[in-house]
């Protein structure tokens, strides 16, 4: 597989208010992302909000999305499971659904030894029909894969890079540096707001759920950020942190950032903003703070 650069989108799943998956309103994201640039799209992860779905959704799900990208941009699927068994079966859906990659964080209820996430790792990519990524999630999974275990797992011929979303850049940094001599391991940054400096630092792309909303807007600092555009990059940053600041924060849990993405997206007519239990789509006075947040971003700023 050649090596992914660029933005790649965790796409949220569309559900509407009775909480079933929103096909039609994923055909419409979908399109949406595609149209705005993206280099490729990523179901499943924490923005699209897999371990609340059932297996059987996330199953149905991956070959809806497999068949409306219809190979226009390479497509990756979450796997991430407690258990391996689910993950391979996920791993085998997402390959006869088109997917060129999978993507897995360690296993999330008995906190894993560094030794138990090698091992977990290597089982998977083992198994796995296609290549798999790592990702770092410690905020949700509990556990960090420590940098010196990304180095021995870089070696395995199937994983082919990581996702790191601990937004610490010592970390960032400690993972580039001990995987440097393993030229096709890839590095993706997850916070939208650290993609600029993590690119212009050598990442090869970002994972940023803002480009389900505008994805022009992350395509052109990642295009910026890979040429060495300081100038560019120093202005499409204040507009990133503005939609951060803005729509990520209006919600007062902590799926705040979840709430603000999908009522943006059902006020732009996209799809619906439902979210999965136990989370709940945000109040009216929240709706209407995002409402005044989109009118107050111009597009136009960003060419």
Not at 133 to 148: Q, T
Not at 164 to 189: C, G, I, P, R
Not at 247 to 267: H, M
Request: proline share 6%; charged share 20%; glycine share 8%.
């Amino acid at each position: 597989m050649n090596k992914l650069k660029g933005i790649i989108v965790p796409m949220v799943t569309p559900l509407d208010h009775d909480r079933q998956i929103d096909y039609p309103g994923a055909v419409r994201l979908v399109e949406h992302m595609i149209k705005g640039g993206v280099h490729a799209i990523f179901v499943l992860g924490t923005t699209g909000e897999s371990q609340s779905l059932s297996i059987e959704d996330r199953k149905k799900f991956v070959g809806f999305v497999g068949n409306a990208i219809s190979g226009r941009v390479p497509y990756l699927v979450c796997v991430t499971d407690t258990s391996i068994e689910d993950s391979c079966c996920l791993a085998r859906k997402a390959k006869e659904s088109g997917a060129c990659a999978v993507v897995a964080a360690p296993p999330y209820y008995f906190s894993p030894s560094q030794n138990d996430i090698i091992n977990w790792y290597r089982a998977l990519a083992d198994s796995s029909p296609l290549p798999l990524y790592l990702y770092n999630m410690p905020g949700n999974v509990k556990v960090s894969i420590a940098p010196a275990t990304v180095k021995v797992l870089a070696s395995h011929p199937n994983i082919y890079g990581i996702k790191d979303s601990s937004a610490n850049m010592t970390y960032f940094q400690t993972v580039k540096y001990l995987t440097e001599d393993e030229e096709d391991f890839s590095l993706y940054v997850g916070p939208e707001e650290l993609t600029g400096e993590c690119v212009l630092m050598g990442a090869d792309g970002g994972v940023n759920g803002g480009a389900n909303m505008f994805p022009e807007l992350y395509v052109k600092m990642y295009e910026a950020a890979s040429q060495g555009d300081i100038r560019t990059v120093r202005w499409l940053q204040n507009c990133i942190m503005k939609i951060s600041t803005s729509i990520y924060t209006v919600g007062d849990c902590p799926s705040s950032y979840l709430q603000g993405l999908k009522c943006a997206l059902e006020l732009m007519g996209i799809c619906h903003g439902g979210l999965a239990l136990p989370y709940v789509s945000i109040g009216d006075e929240g709706r209407e703070r995002i409402r005044t947040a989109l009118q107050s971003i111009n597009p136009s700023e960003w060419e």
